[in-house]
């Protein structure tokens, strides 16, 4: 193992802490995957992330409809939509998955967030849009994820939880803290009434502010 893949694979691993400490996932139902050369590192199933170590994570090939991987572990049970997500996504380095509650709160009741916040611009698009429904590590779930996905960083995944991308990984789990602040924060304004919905017009307004400000906020590196 490289200095270089030990790093990201140690920065894996504290992404994932990172998420059960900001509430954005519980136990061992979220995973992270990275692209590293012609494959990704991702994290094992069913593994606490305090107990995992750089060597416990997976490498896995981008190619091939059931890919060799390397490791003591077997990969995430949801290996699939993270190789073929980085594999159709050349400009994504990162993929995150994770069932915050609130996120996940409107995957099972099969609503998408819209352009109640200007927020939601860091998304990609005017909402952030909730697929179909398929069984988890499914091949249809990687299918139906990439299309919630097209011209957008992050979508709910129909009762199970979301996914946010990243063109580093550091972008991806800002993301994932950005869209469960603004499902909660959706989640209120309903609850007070019928939020106002910004404009197409307005939502590309904020979205070229990002590219000076906005994105800036999450480490490039």
Avoid at 36 to 53: C, E, K, L, W
Avoid at 151 to 167: K, Q, S, V
Avoid at 169 to 187: D, G, S
Wanted: hydrophobic fraction near 40%; include cysteine.
């Amino acid at each position: 193992m490289t200095p270089d893949e030990e790093a990201m694979r140690r920065a894996i691993i504290d992404g994932c802490l990172s998420m059960n400490a900001a509430g954005i996932n519980q136990g061992t139902s979220g995973n992270i995957a990275t692209r590293f050369g012609d494959r990704m590192i991702v994290t094992p199933s069913a593994t606490p992330y305090d107990q995992m170590t750089p060597a416990s994570l997976a490498s896995c090939g981008l190619d091939g409809d059931e890919p060799e991987w390397h490791g003591p572990l077997p990969p995430s049970t949801e290996w699939r939509f993270h190789r073929d997500i980085l594999r159709e996504r050349p400009e994504i380095e990162a993929v995150v998955h994770a069932h915050p509650p609130y996120c996940t709160a409107f995957a099972m009741t099969r609503r998408g967030i819209p352009a109640a916040h200007y927020m939601i611009a860091a998304f990609g698009g005017n909402d952030v849009r909730c697929s179909e429904y398929e069984t988890f590590g499914t091949a249809a779930l990687s299918a139906t994820a990439l299309d919630a996905l097209e011209g957008r960083t992050a979508c709910l995944l129909a009762n199970h939880g979301m996914i946010t991308l990243g063109e580093t990984l550091a972008k991806a789990l800002w993301r994932a803290v950005e869209l469960e602040t603004l499902a909660r924060q959706y989640h209120h304004a309903l609850a007070l009434g019928s939020p106002v919905l910004l404009s197409e017009a307005e939502v590309a307004e904020a979205a070229a502010g990002f590219a000076t400000y906005g994105l800036r906020s999450a480490d490039d590196s």
